[in-house]
């Protein structure tokens, strides 16, 4: 759509044509907004307040930075306060946004704006972790039920949902390989529920095909959850491609510089919507202002955070792929990954995590030890980058005959590239190896 053309606010055909020029003063608060803006020459923003479409902002990187944000009216100030209150006044006779900080907050609504404009999504939850936002999804089950899930997950989704799940809430779960759609077809019951799946897999990297599995969900009945943590909105948007829920940990990218821990869910559908804002207020899910400040802040660097890691990373797989000392690569950027068609038909990039596998398991360690640019930790997603070996920590929980069976070994290592100059991470890891 054509973005509309700003106008004066003082003219008799803008804000409310009906009332006089005196009245049009305090008509609403959009139109103090509006004058405010255009008396201080920003024309633009006056179509990108929240009363407005975010569908007008076409471009990722104009969104990311515009959506959600407006213009203080008391101040003029082009970034939002943060709203730190726990209360909010409430009156019989009006009907109030803002009761009470569990249930919503204005610097938390500005950041759920902006998400669901990055996600194409109508609504968002922003929660106070990523498992915060597994759980609020995983409450919406009922004792009984049945859950489908890929086999190669996050080590905390993978915990969530085979003891929290199954031992307290007697929710059943079945991890398979869905890849294979026969094997998923044959692994849905008559109680199926629940779809959970990751795309690119953790730590392995597999490259899940949406659509046809939404396919699948939609025939079955069945809600179909996508975790987009690895690729994140700027590369691609699963609810475009069929998904009922997207979730996030805000922790990674979004946030962007390893100093918050958050979560989201995304959906376009009001039911789901309905329950899990529910689940979250009940739970006690709710982030604080000052972390969804950060995360909102660092989304206005996602689009060029993410092209520069990607750019990293997929001169780093190149590299490392050649290296004596590693048997395998996995990185669905390289034309020999088996899901590098698929992706690029379900993605607009291939993201910025490498996962290698040494010939010798027991240069592993030594490999790790070695390493002076790289960040010895878990997580990923910051503007730094960091390595970890997934069966010392971020898979250690995960039933070893599963690790064994995904071929999660003592030789893998995640790599993590972050957006440091792409010489200094290529004769970081190449000391490493020689050393190793």
């Given amino acids: 759509p054509k973005t509309p053309k700003p106008q004066n606010p003082l003219s008799t055909t803008t804000v409310c044509g009906s009332h006089s020029s005196k ?87 500005n950041l759920e704006t902006t998400l669901a404009a990055l996600e194409n999504a109508k609504h968002c939850i922003a929660t106070s972790s990523g498992l915060a936002a597994v759980s609020i999804v995983y409450h ?47 692994a849905i019951k008559p109680n199926t529920k629940l779809v959970w799946v990751e795309t690119p897999t953790n730590p392995t990297l597999k ?37 009922d829920i997207v979730v996030h940990s805000c922790t990674k990218y979004i946030g962007g510089h390893s100093d918050l821990i958050m979560g989201c869910t995304l959906t376009n559908n009001e039911e789901l919507f309905k329950k899990m ?22 989304l206005k660097t996602l689009a060029i955070r993410v092209a520069k890691a990607e750019d990293n990373a997929k001169k ?40 290698i596998k040494l010939k010798d398991p027991k240069n592993a360690n030594e490999f790790y030890n070695k390493l002076t640019v790289f960040g010895h930790a878990v997580s990923l997603g910051g503007v730094e980058s960091l390595v970890c070996i ?14 064994d069976k995904l071929g999660i070994t003592d030789s893998m290592v995640r790599l993590a590239i972050g957006i440091e100059d792409y010489e200094d991470l290529k004769d970081d890891l190449l000391q490493a190896l020689e050393a190793a």
């Avoid at 804002?277 to 660092?298: E, I, M, Q, W």
């Fill in 277 to 298: 804002k529910k689940n979250a207020s009940t739970l006690g899910c709710c982030p604080g202002p000052f972390d969804c400040f950060l995360a909102s802040r660092g």
């Fill in 140 to 186: 919406m089950l009922k004792p009984g039920d049945h859950v489908v899930s890929n086999d190669d997950l996050y080590g905390g989704t993978t915990n969530y949902l085979l003891e929290q799940g199954t031992e307290s809430e007697g929710i059943q779960v079945d991890l398979v390989d869905m890849r294979d759609h026969k094997a998923f077809l044959a």
């Fill in 23 to 109: 009245q049009r003063f305090k008509c609403s608060l959009d139109s103090l907004v509006c004058l405010n803006l255009y008396l201080c020459g920003r024309k633009r923003a006056i179509y990108l307040m929240e009363s407005h479409s975010h569908k007008f902002i076409r471009g990722f990187a104009t969104r990311a930075v515009h959506a959600g944000v407006k213009v203080d009216p008391a101040t003029g100030a082009v970034i939002p306060p943060i709203h730190v209150s726990s209360t909010y006044e409430v009156y019989p006779d009006k009907t109030s946004k803002f009761i009470y900080g569990r249930f919503d907050n204005p610097t938390r609504t």
């Fill in 390 to 403: 997934p069966v010392m920590v971020t898979h250690k929980s995960v039933p070893k005959e599963l690790r």
């Fill in 316 to 355: 780093l797989a190149e590299m490392l792929s050649n290296h004596p000392k590693v048997s395998e690569v996995l990185y669905p950027g390289l034309p020999k990954h088996p899901g590098h068609e698929l992706m690029k038909k379900c993605a607009r990039g291939f993201g910025s995590m490498i996962t």
């Fill in 207 to 243: 490259i899940l095909d949406i659509q046809a599995l939404s396919a699948i969900c939609k025939e079955k009945k069945l809600i179909l959850v996508v975790d987009n943590t690895f690729l994140t909105p700027c590369l691609q948007n699963p609810l475009d491609l069929g998904a």
